[in-house]
């Protein structure tokens, strides 16, 4: 018996030796600062992709949502067409271009091409933005890029985010001309559109520091930086109010996965001298698909624009 006893507190006394290093270890991990890991590991995501996140988004093929368009431009409404494209894709970090082929140095983005089209008497406007957010979630977009075509001519933006946002600039316009500057980075409304789809409880509310889309800057002809805004967050729709500049933006969407964008309104004062009114431009949903669409390029395949109702 006594054999026995010396036997098993033996044992216990290595069983309680190897938990208390463990427990040594664990405690040690836990106290490395926190500043000295960051320096070397990107943040963590804001969110978990779930399975259905994967099956939806990395099915190979595009979001695809038309919109019925009702354009405030220069004092008066006018119909017209908007369409959203929602994809993922390989993006390079350094080039800031989509990427050729897989690598593991690639970011995953999830890409929003979204266009205007609209007519302002004789003469049309062709509008798109394109924006690349990190599907991380974790950072503002790596890339936006803004065009507006029109009869009087064209322009063009473009913002890269690296140490600042670099933003480069061409326009017909004396005033605008050509323009390379930087930026301190701050909230992107561009961004917001694809932070809702793949989080809306992840978009910034309260007060702080925006800046406006780049159509709306085009438009307007304001200085590119970030102005004071507003933003409200209930189930299903976000608002965001720019104090400085007299404008409300309402995204409505649906509040369960994939949270689509169903509609949008932006009110805002239009027109110049006593034709100066506040308008409000909408665009209403008309159809969802989704397609590799890049491969939809005969004749045949124009079929697709009327089941977007593109053709009307």
């Known amino acids: ?16 030796s190897c938990k208390d290093t463990t427990s040594q270890k664990d405690q040690a991990l836990k106290s490395e600062p926190i500043s000295e890991v960051s ?27 038309s919109y019925k368009l009702e354009q405030a431009r220069y004092g008066e409404m006018r119909d017209g067409s908007a369409v959203l494209v929602f994809v993922t894709e390989d993006f390079l970090p350094k080039k800031q271009v989509k990427a050729d ?58 913002l890269n985010n690296r140490d600042q946002f670099e933003i480069t600039s061409h326009s017909y316009f004396e005033s605008d001309a050509d323009q390379e500057f930087t930026l301190d980075k701050a909230i992107l409304e561009n961004e917001l559109w694809t932070q809702l789809r793949l ?42 109010y720019y ?17 689509e964008i169903t509609s949008w309104e932006e009110t ?8 100066t009114k506040t308008l409000t431009t909408k665009a209403t949903k008309l159809k969802t698909i989704t397609s590799a669409y890049w491969n939809k390029k005969s004749n ?13």
Request: proline share 6%; glycine share 4%.
């Open 1 to 16: 018996m006594k054999n026995l006893q010396i036997i098993m507190l033996f044992f216990f006394g290595i069983f309680a």
């Open 101 to 158: 082929r897989y690598d593991k140095a690639n970011a995953p983005v999830l890409k929003l091409n979204a266009t205007k089209n609209f007519n302002t008497g004789i003469y049309p406007y062709s509008i798109m933005q394109s924006t690349f957010y990190p599907v991380s979630n974790n950072q503002h977009a790596l890339k936006v890029s803004c065009s507006v075509q029109e009869w009087c001519g064209h322009v063009y933006t473009q």
């Open 243 to 259: 104090h400085e500049l007299d404008r409300k933006l309402t995204i409505n969407y649906n509040p369960s996965f994939p949270y």
């Open 300 to 312: 045949a395949d124009e079929n697709l624009r009327e089941t977007l109702k593109l053709n009307r």
């Open 199 to 240: 989080d809306p409880k992840s978009l910034p509310v309260g007060h702080f520091d925006m800046i406006p889309s780049m159509e709306f800057i085009r438009l307007k002809h304001i200085e590119m930086k970030p102005y004071s805004a507003k933003a409200i967050n209930n189930e299903g729709q976000y608002i965001i």
């Open 39 to 65: 320096k070397t590991l990107p943040k963590e995501q804001s969110y978990e992709q779930s399975q259905e996140f994967k099956d939806y988004w990395y099915a190979g093929e595009a979001e695809i949502t």
């Open 268 to 275: 805002f004062k239009e027109g110049s001298g006593a034709n």
